[in-house]
């Protein structure tokens, strides 16, 4: 069975620093799809990036960027220049390619200080 | 033009009520998902619809059925509501396949007192 595990229940990071978000997963399927949406307190799920699991680059959008390491089975999510809009709480999820089931971390609370 | 809606966003209920919520969604997606979410913010998918037939059903009691009467529409109905059914319902949608992501609705949030 697939697992995603978010070790961070908590985070903060200083406005305009970077902070990485970690995401572990584990799964025996060689084809997979890996994705980080975003949650503000307003409670709306917001996509931010996906990563294939044959994709060689790690996916960027904007300044969210995804650090794959296939090897070790991680996905983090790399936040650049933070801003206050960021503190929100963020999910981290995998995807197989059988009738698309996704499974989801537990999340991660980042909130961002001025 | 919302791309994925739920209605109602807020329910309230008593104990051993029967509620619906409905979820539309206008991206020409075929594959739609219901998801709970606790207190504790835990995400668990409950049903995934794909081109309206049912292709995942996780370990939820039958008091709970989805119905969807067309790929664009996909209702939750609750039966005999217990309080531990509190929580926020997001229903979502995606093309099928693993590379494709889920478009949420804005959730609702069903309360039983």
């Known amino acids: ?114 | 033009d919302t791309a994925v809606s739920q209605t109602p966003k807020y329910l309230v209920t008593q104990m051993g009520n029967d509620k619906s919520i409905k979820c539309e969604q206008n991206l020409g997606h075929d594959t739609m998902y219901w998801y709970k979410q606790d207190s504790k913010k835990f995400l668990k998918i409950m049903f995934s619809y794909n081109n309206k037939e049912l292709i995942i059903n996780e370990t939820v009691p039958n008091r709970f059925s989805p119905k969807s009467p067309d790929k664009a529409h996909l209702n939750l109905h609750i039966n005999s509501l217990e309080l531990g059914d509190s929580a926020v319902y997001f229903c979502a949608s995606s093309l099928g396949g693993q590379y494709n992501e889920q478009f949420f609705g804005p959730g609702t949030r069903l309360t039983v007192l």
């Open chain 1, 1 to 114: 069975a697939q697992k995603i595990t978010q070790t961070q229940p908590g985070m903060f990071v200083q406005e305009k620093e970077a902070v990485t978000l970690d995401c572990t997963y584990d799964t025996s399927d060689q084809s997979y799809g890996l994705f980080w949406y975003k949650q503000p307190s307003s409670g709306e799920m917001i996509f931010l990036i996906y990563q294939g699991s044959y994709d060689e680059q790690n996916a960027t959008e904007g300044r969210y960027s995804l650090n794959f390491q296939k090897a070790r089975k991680s996905a983090n999510l790399v936040i650049s220049a933070s801003q206050l809009g960021d503190s929100a709480m963020y999910f981290c999820a995998m995807r197989l390619t059988n009738a698309g089931k996704s499974t989801f971390g537990d999340g991660t609370t980042l909130t961002v200080k001025p």
